[in-house]
């Protein structure tokens, strides 16, 4: 890694709170001693030389992170331009390469033509999507990891950052239109992706205390609170702001260390939001309680007035789930006496009407659970079924996927003391959640590489007759929809010449999944934010020549 970028996380990023215990010396000290010297740049040659074609040649869009107000992550064969015969004759187009980082997770999204895509140094791109060549760049404050929202006219690029900053910019060239900062903690982030509706954008908020400051016996832990905010996408300017938990953090004692300890706190929204038109709602999965006193609204589906931002109903799956990184540390001093599992859900959740208008509220949580809840009944359960194991990173995690009859999850359960433990992909009926048909992952390939893992726990995608998942071996597969069979298997941990020069190599898939648009599959490959392989690319994929 750069030295660069470990100095930025030290100084302004998650690692503040230790790089605040540093004088500036010590601070370029430690990250010229942990990083290197960044040998990757941009030639000008990757840059396009002639003005982005017609939209009309490029017919598809996927233009958010679940492709509709829904979340369903479905794409029409129309838009897809990939019919299920195709798949398996998919050959990889062009490679992009991520200069000077070691993991790739902004999910890439695609409109007029081009593709946008957000990296861990906090460049987001605008991409040629038949080619690769790069249109422009623009630099937040911090990492980019969520998709990068296109409005409907295609003139505006909406995204959030890892410093808590939503920026808009001009989808053509690039140049910035306003940038807000949606929360004052200092470790304040947006992971999951904003929604933009009517004229507003709805931003959910996470933070890092529980893993960087819980995870420092020496440092308060905690007073973040999760929150979805309300901007006007014209100027940024906030219309409101609802936490999700209603009272804020108050010292409730001290740690063994001394050290004083803060709660309520936590109940991040690490996801994006789902709208609900016919109902004005806007609904949001939400995670864990970081420290005492557990509230009621965290581990569970809250549905919040799109007009007001109130919440209107709350349905809590786990009760009592308060978790923080300190309890898997060393010292503990941090970790809550009685802690819970960490089975928040960061998944978001997806809206499906049924034969007769009936509708159903579907999510997946790290418990290894799917839920359906009635949104027409204050979000009451209709069904569940447990289709993982569960655990602190098992279960389902970011996201399914669904048509009109199944919806699609793959499984995590990742094992870091078992490489082959894990993995998996369900499909399931949305009237009743019984499950049709799964596949278990196979065997990995790399498992004399460490991080090698067959764990399932990134979004998943879905065409007509198909869905992609990908997993932390590396592959990215296509499976038969009527029966789970793998149709297709690119492995990705390996080399890519890669069109803008950059030295690229993949490795595990993670996070924001695959999507499909205009007869291309595009997919990020290299993971990091966790001990597994990773990587710097971008790859795009097609069936024809």
């Known amino acids: 890694m750069p030295w660069e970028n470990i100095l930025r996380a030290l100084e302004t990023g998650k690692m503040k709170p230790i790089g605040d215990t540093l004088s500036a010396p010590e601070r370029v000290s430690i990250a010229k001693y942990l990083g290197v010297e960044s040998e990757d740049s941009i030639p000008k040659s990757a840059y396009c030389s002639a003005p982005a074609a017609s939209p009309a040649k490029f017919s598809g869009t996927w233009s958010t992170w679940g ?4 979340n369903s992550r479905f794409q029409t064969a129309e838009a897809a331009g990939l019919k299920k015969e195709d798949v398996p004759h998919l050959k990889l187009k062009w490679a992009f390469g991520f200069p000077g980082v070691t993991t790739s997770f902004g999910s890439p999204t695609v409109s007029g033509g081009r593709l946008f895509v957000g990296s861990a140094d906090g460049t987001v791109y605008s991409l040629d999507a038949t080619t690769g060549c790069i249109y422009w760049t623009y630099k937040a404050s911090e990492g980019v990891r969520t998709a990068v929202v296109i409005d409907s006219d295609g003139r505006t690029a909406y995204f959030g950052d890892l410093h808590g900053y939503v920026h808009a910019v001009d989808a053509k060239t690039g140049a910035k239109l306003w940038q807000t900062r949606v929360d004052d903690h200092p470790l304040a982030v947006v992971t999951g992706t904003p929604v933009l509706e009517a004229g507003r954008l709805y931003v959910p908020l996470s933070g890092g205390e529980e893993e960087v400051s ?5 440092v308060a832990c905690c007073k973040f609170r999760g929150s979805i905010v309300a901007l006007d996408a014209h100027d940024g300017k906030q219309l409101w702001k609802t936490f999700t938990i209603a009272e804020p953090a108050a010292m409730t004692g001290r740690t063994s260390a001394g050290t004083e300890v803060w709660g309520p706190a936590g109940v991040s929204v690490w996801s994006t939001p789902t709208v609900d038109r016919q109902s004005g709602l806007l609904y949001a999965g939400t995670g864990v309680n970081y420290t005492p006193p557990a509230t009621k609204n965290s581990d569970a589906v809250l549905a919040f007035d799109m007009a007001t931002g109130q919440i209107t109903w709350s349905q809590q799956f786990i009760p009592d789930d308060v978790f923080n990184f300190g309890c898997q540390s060393m010292q503990r001093a941090n970790c809550p006496e009685v802690h819970g599992k960490n089975w928040d859900i960061g998944f978001p959740p997806m809206l499906k009407t049924l034969v007769g208008g009936r509708r ?10 799917v839920h359906a809840l009635d949104p027409d009944k204050n979000g009451k359960i209709v069904w569940e079924n447990k289709i993982a194991k569960g655990g602190t990173q098992g279960g389902i995690i970011w996201g399914g996927a ?12 990742w094992d870091p003391a078992n490489p082959e433990a894990g993995g ?6 949305i009237a009743t959640g019984k499950t049709v048909w799964s596949t278990p992952a196979p065997k990995p390939t790399c498992l004399e590489m460490k991080g090698c893992s067959a764990a399932q726990p990134g979004a998943v995608s879905v065409i007509p007759g198909v869905v992609f998942a990908g997993s932390l071996d590396g592959h990215l597969r296509a499976y038969d929809t009527a029966n789970g069979a793998i149709i297709w298997d690119f492995d990705t941990v390996r080399n890519f010449k890669a069109v803008d020069g950059v030295r690229a190599h993949g490795g595990s898939m993670n996070g924001n999944g695959p999507i499909i648009a205009g007869g291309m599959v595009y997919s990020n490959s290299g993971y990091s934010r966790m001990p597994v392989m990773p990587g710097n690319v971008l790859l795009a994929f097609s069936a024809g020549k």
């Open 67 to 70: 492709i509709d107000s829904s």
């Open 424 to 429: 998996g992909v369900f499909a399931l009926d």
């Open 214 to 218: 819980a995870g420092n016996p020496s």
């Open 360 to 369: 159903l509220l579907i999510v997946g949580q790290k418990s290894g659970v």
């Open 402 to 413: 669904s048509d009109d009859a199944l919806a699609y999850f793959s499984v995590s359960d």
